[in-house]
C-alpha cells in the first residue's frame, strides 16, 4: 500500500536558519504530494502540493520538488520565522484508492528567536 | 473563503456512550473523508464517502463507527459505544473531485476525550 516517512523530528532552529524537512514515499501509480501545517490547537492547513513529476509547490516561502526519480517531497524553507513553529505533515493522494490521503508521521519544527 | 466546519470543537464523554461528531463540507463538494489522529501520532485515514455510500474504510472503521449523510448539507461519524482509545482529534475533509490531484480542504477537527 501506499506510505510517506518523514525526517524524525523534533527540529530546532534558530529564527532566519534554513530549513529541510525530509519526505519520501511509496504509492503506485502516480500520486499527488502534498505538505500541511498544524498550529498548536489548531486543525490542518494545506500548505502546498504538487500533481506530477518534476512539478514545484511554493506557498508563504516553503518549497517542495516532486522527484520521482527518488521518489522524495522535501519541504525547504531559506529563512525561517519564529511563526513558523508547528507540525509538518508530508502525505500524498494516491489516484487508486477512493482519493484518501496518507500521511507520515508529522516533524515538529520550533524556531527560536 | 468557503471553510469546513466541524461542531463540537472539543467533545467529553464516558466510555461506552455514544457519540456523534458533526461537519459541514463545502457546499459544491462530493466527496467527503473522516480522518483521526490520536495525541502526538500521525493522521490516519477512517472512511471515504461518496454518493450517499462508503467508498473505502481502513482497519479503524469498525463497526462501531457509522457514518451518514443525513441532509445536504451535514456529514456526520457515530461512534456507538466509546472506548478510551478512541480518544482523537477527528478530522472531516471534502473535496470536489476524487482524483489524486484533487485537494481535501481539513476543518478544525473535533477533540474526542473518553473518559
Known amino acids: 500500500g501506499n506510505s510517506v516517512t518523514q525526517m524524525e523530528g523534533p527540529v530546532t532552529l534558530s529564527e532566519e536558519a534554513f530549513l529541510t524537512i525530509n519526505c519520501t514515499y511509496t504509492?503506485?501509480?502516480?500520486?499527488?504530494l502534498f505538505w500541511y501545517v498544524q498550529y498548536p490547537g489548531e486543525g490542518l492547513q494545506l500548505l502546498l502540493k504538487?500533481?506530477?513529476?518534476?512539478d514545484k509547490g511554493s506557498n508563504k516561502g516553503f518549497e517542495a520538488t516532486y522527484r520521482k526519480e527518488t521518489t522524495s517531497f522535501h519541504l525547504e524553507k531559506g529563512s525561517v520565522q519564529v511563526s513558523d513553529s508547528a507540525v509538518y505533515f508530508c502525505a500524498l493522494s494516491g489516484d487508486t484508492n477512493a482519493g484518501k490521503s496518507t500521511f507520515g508521521d508529522g516533524t515538529t519544527l520550533t524556531v527560536k528567536p | 473563503e468557503p471553510e469546513v466546519t466541524q461542531t463540537p470543537s472539543h467533545q467529553v464523554t464516558q466510555m461506552g456512550q455514544e457519540v456523534i461528531l458533526r461537519c459541514v463540507p463545502i457546499s459544491n463538494h462530493l466527496y467527503f473523508y473522516w480522518y483521526r489522529q490520536i495525541l502526538g501520532q500521525k493522521v490516519e485515514f477512517l472512511v471515504s464517502?461518496?454518493?450517499?455510500?462508503?467508498?473505502?474504510k481502513s482497519e479503524i472503521f469498525d463497526d462501531q463507527f457509522s457514518v451518514e449523510r443525513p441532509d445536504g448539507s451535514n456529514f456526520t461519524l457515530k461512534i456507538r459505544s466509546t472506548k478510551l482509545e478512541d480518544s482523537a482529534m477527528y478530522f472531516c475533509?471534502?473535496?470536489?473531485?476524487?482524483?489524486?490531484?484533487?485537494?481535501?480542504?481539513f476543518g478544525p477537527g473535533t477533540r474526542l476525550t473518553v473518559l
Open positions: 504509492a503506485t501509480g502516480y500520486p499527488s
Open positions: 475533509a471534502s473535496s470536489e473531485v476524487r482524483t489524486s490531484g484533487g485537494e481535501q480542504f
Open positions: 504538487a500533481t506530477k513529476a518534476d
Open positions: 464517502f461518496y454518493n450517499n455510500e462508503i467508498s473505502e
